[in-house]
């Protein structure tokens, strides 16, 4: 369909529809609303609770300067070592998929 079988009033309701997922599409909170929510749910019915199936809410920072970016990269790929499911970097790399 390529817009011209819809009637103006329709055309209003399409473009109003994509303002809105244009929006969406660059909210980090509305992407890990619909992340969240699915993978809670599935959670929640295998365990039997209920509640957010992450402790607490993301954090977002921004990564505006080298160092920022390095830090993070630092932090992402040692996080394995601190969360203790890897005792150093080489078991760290053998558990990657």
């Not at 303002?19 to 929510?37: H, I, P, Q, V």
């Not at 039997?48 to 160092?67: A, I, M, V």
Request: net charge negative.
């Amino acid at each position: 369909m390529d817009g011209q079988d819809l009637c103006d009033a329709e055309l209003r309701v399409v473009a109003r529809y994509a303002e809105t997922y244009r929006a969406r599409l660059g909210d980090l909170s509305w992407f890990m609303k619909c992340l969240n929510e699915p993978i809670a749910r599935q959670a929640n019915r295998e365990g039997q609770c209920t509640g957010h199936f992450w402790e607490s809410r993301f954090k977002s920072y921004p990564l505006d300067t080298e160092e920022a970016v390095l830090t993070c990269m630092a932090y992402v790929d040692l996080n394995p070592i601190r969360a203790t499911t890897a005792k150093n970097a080489d078991e760290r790399l053998s558990t990657l998929p």
